[in-house]
Nanobody, 128 residues
Framework: QVQLVESGGGLVQAGGSLRLSCAAS????????MGWFRQAPGKERDFVAA????????YYADSVKGRFTISRDNAKDTVYLQMNSLKPEDTAVYYC?????????????????????WGQGTQVTVSS
């Protein structure tokens, strides 16, 4: 089992920045692909970004490319999502997720059904 706990959400004005963290415990974190997803009220859970166990491979949703950066620190069992130039449409509950292995092509890592472990989520609200 892997337990995931997100933190770092909050209220920010449009154009601002936030950094989300996801701390993992349980099985060996460094072997897992990690992903960030988000879900706005009344909408489906959408992919945001994913990173392979080594950090070498990353993949982003088009809507956040160039604004968000995913990274990980395997020594701390933590994955991060740096969010810059935030927009009101980024408002959602953000979830981190874990799965074994990185799949090719890269977009194969964007499907929520491919992840085995999920955190409880952290709210991000961007005001206009």
């Amino acid at each position: 089992q892997v337990q995931l706990v997100e933190s770092g959400g909050g209220l920010v004005q449009a154009g601002g920045s936030l950094r989300l963290s996801c701390a993992a415990s349980g099985r060996t974190f460094s072997t897992f692909t990690m992903g960030w997803f988000r879900q706005a009220p009344g909408k489906e859970r959408d992919f945001v970004a994913a990173i392979s166990w080594s950090g070498y491979n990353t993949y982003y949703a088009d809507s956040v490319k160039g604004r968000f950066t995913i990274s990980r620190d395997n020594a701390k069992d933590t994955v991060y999502l740096q969010m810059n130039s935030l927009k009101p449409e980024d408002t959602a509950v953000y979830y981190c997720a874990a799965r074994a292995g990185w799949r090719f092509p890269d977009y194969s890592n964007s499907y929520p059904t491919g992840y085995d472990y999920w955190g409880q989520g952290t709210q991000v609200t961007v005001s206009s």
